[in-house]
């Protein structure tokens, strides 16, 4: 009953952008934080960025300067706009939002996206 949709990911060149974009629907009453993790093959999916629902933002060490996340509440979407990206880059990345289905929820729940893939290479 809640989905998150991914979409934006692809093949670019390294120096390149992309812009992922990650919607959320459904049966929501809120959604407290929101973020993008990534996994490459054989490694432990890592957080990339978060942004709370007032708007302050962590990211990962390897992406600041160059990775900007951003959310629009009203639609329940967030953006990763990654610019001069870089091979080591390359992962699936998926979207996560902790999600308060009802105004009577205790607390909310963590809910992932598919994953959609991000390739670096020239």
């Known amino acids: 009953q809640v989905q998150l949709v991914e979409s934006g990911g692809g093949l670019v060149q390294p120096g390149g952008s992309l812009r992922l974009s990650c919607a959320a629907s459904g049966s929501i009453f809120s959604i407290n934080a929101m973020g993008w993790y990534r996994q490459a093959p054989g490694k432990q999916r890592e957080l990339v960025a978060a942004i709370t629902s007032g708007g302050s933002t962590n990211y990962a060490d390897s992406v600041k300067g160059r990775f900007t996340i951003s959310r629009d509440n009203a639609k329940n979407t967030v953006y990763l706009q990654m610019n001069s990206l870089k091979p080591e880059d390359t992962a699936v990345y998926y979207c996560?939002?902790?999600?308060?289905?009802?105004?009577?929820?205790?607390?909310?729940?963590?809910?992932w996206g598919q994953g959609t893939q991000v390739t670096v290479s020239s």
């Open positions: 996560n939002a902790n999600i308060l289905r009802y105004r009577w929820s205790a607390s909310g729940y963590d809910y």
